[in-house]
């Protein structure tokens, strides 16, 4: 399996992002609407994924409740899916959970079963974003950002199979972090469960950490392309660690392994990460996969790179 990795582009989502670090995952991507969810303060702003060469435009805000909980913001949001419904379920600093689906508004608190109430939108008006900072971009990509870097295939170990169509797979593998590493738990292996792990997995020996970003140095972001048998891990210092698992044959049984595949950005990051999403292609070609992957950092600014392979 080939496994290609292009940047699309880097342009600023959001002139003024008035966003609080060390939260945790604050965006989430809609393949099925084509949306991009970004969290900011009490309020999920909606962007419309039209082009994956454009930047996403800014379609509506949904609202916070009005709750008893003052100075209470998103910490995470995540898109879930129920009763085959997608369902954007924010999390407060407070532990309460808000969850939009259609045209209902539920929250709750962790213990206690959602309750609804109607959804809260707050109408885009253009000239008042522009005031306010927020960014739209034309209808036809940059033709400056597209390309901008080539495609460029990743190298994966040899023997290289999706660990997700691995038929000899007797149960499933768990990807776990601590502060900066990533791991790789088998349950089924009950001597040794933690059967691989990437020590450091955001350190970059050609870009280390700038000092102002070392506070922020830990992984907060996590996410798993079984297509691919991709993990993408993020740190709050600004960088992205694509990683595959593999199986080595084995005549006993089969190992399973870790294998860095990139290091995103390709330069020193110089703002903490705000929160990362995958796009899946719904006009995917037969035999083919691509996803996007955004990058927002908390200056407002997005990066996104295609993830391909055959």
Known sequence: MSINITHVYSKQLLDTHAVSPWKLQMTAASSQQDLLFVAQGRHVLVFRIRHHACLPMLVTRLAYPRLHVPEDDINAITLERYYDKETLVAVYDSGLTVACNGNELNFGTRARSPISLPLIEIETNRENDVQNGYTDSAATPDPEAIGSSGPQPAETPSGFEPEGTHATLASPLLLCTTKRDLFLVD???????????????????????????????????????????????????????????????????????????????????????????????????????????YALYIDGQLMAYDISCL
């Open 187 to 293: 349950p089924a292996n009950e001597d040794a469960p933690v059967v691989d792990s990437v020590e450091n997995v955001a350190n970059r020996t050609a870009f280390p950490t700038p000092v102002e970003l070392m506070l922020f140095d830990r992984v907060a972001f996590l996410e798993w392309i079984p297509e691919m048998a991709i993990a993408i891990t993020g740190s709050l210092s600004g960088t992205v660690t694509i990683v595959c698992i593999y199986t080595e044959p084995d005549s006993k049984r089969p190992q399973h392994r870790m294998h860095v595949l990139a290091q995103l950005p390709d330069h020193a990051p110089s703002q903490p990460l705000y929160g990362i999403a995958l796009y899946r292609h719904p006009d995917n070609e037969a035999g083919a996969i691509t996803i996007t992957l």
